[in-house]
Structures are given as C-alpha cells and as structure tokens.
C-alpha cells in the first residue's frame, strides 16, 4: 500500500483502479486506461501530491489529446474565474440543456430583505422553482461547509416567504465538495445539493451532469485563457460544444479573434468531441 497527500494535506492510499476509471470516463479503452495506471503505479512513492499524480497522468495521456482535455476537467471548471465567465454561467447552461429555463445574477425582494440570486431555475416539467446559491472555489482542497448551506437556506427561506415570488425550493452548487456537516444539515432541511462528486437523492453530480452530455466549459481548451477567454465570456459562448457550431469565418466574426487564435480554437475543440480513433 503506498499512501499520498491529498490537496488538503490529508493521508489517503494511492489506488491505480481510481485512474482506470477516470481514463475511461474521460474517453480512453480499458486497455489505455490500465496502460497509464501501471505506468503512473511505476512513478509513485510514499508522499507523493495529488497534484504531482495528475501532472504526470497529464503528461503520459497527451499521446490522445481528446482523452488528455476530458480528463483535466476539474482544472478547467476552476480555470473559469470569479468575473466575466462565471461558475453561475456555466451552471446556469448546465441546466439549461437539462430542460431547466433560467435567470443569473439578480435582486430579488424577501419577506424581510433583499437578496442576491445567483440563478433562478424553472424546469420545464414540473411546479418546481429553485433559489440556487452558486459556492465557486479556483483551489483544489477548499470545501463548502455549513455555513453556507446554512445562510443558503436562510436566504431560501425568506424569499420563499414573500408569494409574489413563488419559489418552492433551495439548492446549493459548487464545483468542489461540500464538507459532511454541510451534506447532513441539508438532508435535515430538505436543501438540494449538487458538487463535484455527490448529488442529493435522485440527482446528478456535476461531473455526471457535465460527461453525459459533453457540456464541458470552453476552459477545457489549453488555449482559452487570458484575452480570448475575455473576448468568449463577452459573447456569452460558455460552453465548448458551442464553438462546434461556428467555422472559421463565423467564429472569427463573433468573437474578433485573431486569425490563429480561431484556428488553434476550432483544433482543440476538435480534439475534444472527437474519438481517441479519429
């Protein structure tokens, strides 16, 4: 057994099946799959980081880039930035493709005060009409805890208590984890949850909600960061799947991208919807 550091500095046993999966979930064969495994295995020793395992699992899959994007998923939902293109957003366009009708970003009036409301969810098929709080961490590690699911209800229930706004429900979402005490006080409340790898009763995790569907953030892509991140935020094309709807020219005019810029774009996304074969 060989133990590593977790990001939050904790003690936890390296286990190769955990890399398998991920490979497979992120697009790769089993037979792939149990290639990088044994050879990530053949690198690790007692105190080895997290972080340190998925620089190297990074480096050995780039030999199927497709592959390679999918699985640094994590990193490039917490690549999104706390301004202009925003974990709300991205969430918000989740949801969407889940038959959900929403709004980001507004004021709404409780029974006692006014209130901040990340996004507010109708879903198409039924009378539910949810208050999400977003919680956004860019550091792997940092945990939502009580508090939040805590003040997340409290705001839930006061909106809730002025009629005119008809909301029927609280959900609380973040990119991470929320910590166990967060997870029992909202099963208590009734508090939907939604995280990285935990989902309330009945519903997704956000990584499911994200792989059965390919709504992966136009983050994933290496080279959308600084100015033609701005310039992508700033025409609301928030998922990767949405450039695939654009060719050379089309894109170019929407966003005001430089020619290679749209090219090394367009070749990315490529990588990311196309089969480890094509």
């Not at 705001?155 to 909301?167: A, C, E, G, S, V």
Request: with cysteine; proline share 3%; aromatic share 8%.
């Amino acid at each position: 057994m060989v133990n590593i550091f977790k990001a939050n500095g904790h003690l936890t046993e390296f286990k190769k099946s955990k890399i398998e999966k991920t490979v497979i979930k992120a697009g790769g064969s089993r037979q792939f799959a149990k290639q990088i495994a044994n050879k990530v295995f053949q690198k690790v020793h007692k105190g080895t980081r997290t972080k340190d395992i998925l620089k190297l699992t990074l480096k050995l899959l780039k030999e199927q880039p497709g592959v390679a994007l999918r699985y640094d998923l994590k990193r490039a939902i917490m690549s999104l930035g706390p301004h202009g293109f925003t974990f709300e957003e991205y969430f918000s366009q989740i949801l969407q493709n889940y038959n959900y009708k929403t709004k980001v970003g507004f004021i709404m009036k409780g029974k006692a005060t006014h209130h901040e409301v990340d996004i507010l969810a109708n879903h198409k098929n039924n009378e539910r009409k949810e208050m999400i709080e977003c919680k956004y961490h860019n550091r792997v590690g940092k945990h939502t805890d009580s508090k939040v699911a805590m003040y997340t209800y409290a705001r839930y229930l006061d909106l809730k208590n002025n009629p005119k706004n008809k909301i029927t429900h609280g959900w609380l979402a973040t990119n991470t984890r929320c910590t166990p005490h967060a997870v029992e006080y909202a099963k208590g409340v009734g508090l939907k949850i939604t995280t990285w790898n935990y989902a309330s009763k009945g519903e997704k995790n956000l990584q499911k909600l994200i792989k059965a569907k390919g709504l992966y953030p136009i983050t994933i892509l290496p080279s959308v960061v600084g100015e033609i991140k701005e310039k992508l935020a700033k025409v609301k094309i928030v998922l990767a799947k949405d450039i695939i709807l654009y060719d050379f020219k089309g894109l170019k005019k929407k966003t005001n991208l430089r020619e290679k810029e749209v090219k090394q774009v367009l070749e990315e996304v490529k990588e990311v919807f196309c089969n480890p074969t094509c």
